[in-house]
């Protein structure tokens, strides 16, 4: 089921609801990958599953564990690739219900380390071209 309001749903009909705040990676196992334009935490991105769910629990135990292990691949590879000191995991779903995750590299000393991190900071936004390097390099991680 889609959900027309939903940035997530509508992302082949209606790219732009979701460009305001993602940039597309790839298709994964459990849904859609997307770096989050505002980058103040380098190498954040979100996955969002691939249908229209409200909440973790709406799903089967199958589709939960591949859902949290392509988060647990998305992690593996921001390690990699950004060499963050923590990951922090976000689901909160309080006004866009679509089931999605947050996966925030933390690096010590700077923004935000210790704390919990801002839906959006709004303090620095990749450009388009920094955005597709970026994505390029996760696609390769990923073999896609």
Known sequence: MKDT???YCMREENPALYQKFGYPVCEMASGFLYLFREQSHPGRMIL????????????????????????????????????PKKINFGMYGDTGHHLHIHIVPKYEGEFEYGGTFAMDPGKFYQTEEKLEEMAAEIRKELGK
């Open 48 to 83: 969002a599953y691939k249908d229209h769910a409200d909440d973790i629990a709406e799903i089967s135990a199958e589709e939960r564990k591949v859902f949290f292990d392509d988060a647990a691949e998305i992690a593996r590879i921001m390690h990699k690739l950004y060499a």
């Open 5 to 7: 309001n939903c940035a």
